[in-house]
């Protein structure tokens, strides 16, 4: 299996500041990484795929960047319809797997 | 739009068969995977399996002898069996429509409590 790590696994920020997640494989994928935001309640929404591609109707502020094993999500102002949970996925295999998640909760 | 809805009892007793079903609509099922992931309460997701329309199947390595994804797509449908289920599985679930491992459409999800 694949293992993805988050980090930080919660963040703390105000609104309007920047903020930057971390997402590490335990072997290389490639750009096969997606990030989904959560909010209480809700179905994940996916965000980006191929670790920098924007969904469509997804705000400009969110940003992806990396391949092989390291990965980052970053909020360029965030918002306060932003504060979520976040995961990152691969799916470079035919069992893909998420990481455990990284709560943006409001400073 | 394309949507998703899951359907099926909320409660199972243990050791019993867990059997949920997905209704798609705004989009034809036809050439591309839909699958099922699970996410107990206060945890992370987990990726239970997902089934081509041509009946292509990957599972959760974990759950592979439990599970069984399967398609309808003439009723615009798929639909998840797990047996055996323990406490463990207890869950919401949810379906969703995989691109290319990517989820891009999930359903609301239905929460699934496993207990006597």
């Known amino acids: 299996d694949v293992q993805m790590t988050q980090s930080p696994s919660t963040l703390s920020a105000f609104v309007g500041t920047r903020v930057t997640i971390t997402c590490r494989a335990s072997?290389?994928?490639?750009?096969?990484l997606a990030w989904y935001q959560q909010k209480p309640g809700t179905a994940p929404k996916l965000l980006l795929s191929k670790a920098s591609h924007l969904e469509s109707g997804v705000p400009s502020r969110f940003s992806g960047s990396g391949s092989g094993t390291e990965f980052t999500l970053t909020i360029s102002s965030v918002h306060p319809d932003d504060f979520a949970t976040y995961y990152c996925q691969q799916y470079v295999t035919s069992f893909p797997t998420f990481g455990q998640g990284t709560k943006v909760e409001v400073k | 739009q394309v949507q998703l809805q899951e359907s099926g009892p909320g409660l199972v007793r243990p050791s019993e068969t867990l059997s949920l079903t997905c209704t798609v609509s705004g989009v034809s099922m036809t050439n591309l995977y839909w699958g099922w992931i699970r996410q107990s309460a206060g945890k992370g997701l987990e990726w239970i399996g997902r089934?081509?329309?041509?009946?292509?199947?990957n599972y959760n390595p974990s759950l592979q002898s439990r599970v069984t994804i399967s398609v309808d797509t003439s009723k615009n449908q798929f639909s998840l069996t797990l047996t055996s289920v323990t406490a463990a599985d207890t869950a919401v679930y949810y379906c969703?429509?995989?691109?290319?491992?990517?989820?891009?459409?999930w359903g609301q999800g239905i929460q699934v409590t496993v207990s006597s």
């Open positions: 089934t081509h329309s041509d009946g292509t199947k």
């Open positions: 969703a429509r995989d691109q290319r491992g990517e989820a891009d459409y």
């Open positions: 072997q290389s994928i490639g750009t096969w």
